[in-house]
């Protein structure tokens, strides 16, 4: 079992910034590929980012390509989303989730991640 904890969400303006920590306890993080996905009122959870294992490699969805970054810290079990130039359209509940891929390999099929957060809620204002 891991047990993953998002923070870091909140209300801030267009062009904001936030940086939201997924806290990961029981199993062993390193493990474990991580992945952000979001899911915004009336629309179905979408994938968003994803960082292996070997933290080499990630992969983003095109609409924040250039805007969001992936990052984790296996020594202290916490990935994290850096999220820049914030719109009104990235207001969502962020999860983290930990998945099952090769060592340096990344997926951003929701079916491989087995373990869920709680969710943390972004809101941009314009």
């Known amino acids: 079992q891991v047990q993953l904890l998002e923070s870091g969400g909140g209300l801030v303006q267009a062009g904001g910034s936030l940086r939201l920590s997924c806290a990961a306890s029981?199993?062993?993080?390193?493990?474990?590929?991580m992945g952000w996905f979001r899911q915004a009122p009336g629309k179905d959870r979408e994938f968003v980012a994803a960082?292996?294992?070997?933290?080499?490699?990630?992969y983003y969805v095109d609409s924040v390509k250039g805007r969001f970054t992936i990052s984790r810290d296996n020594a202290k079990n916490t990935a994290y989303l850096q999220i820049n130039s914030l719109k009104p359209e990235d207001t969502a509940v962020y999860y983290c989730a930990a998945g099952t891929a090769a060592y340096s390999r990344v997926t951003t099929d929701m079916r491989d991640y087995a373990y869920w957060g709680q969710g943390t809620q972004v809101t941009v204002s314009s």
């Open positions: 029981g199993r062993t993080f390193s493990d474990y590929t």
């Open positions: 960082i292996s294992r070997s933290r080499t490699n990630t």
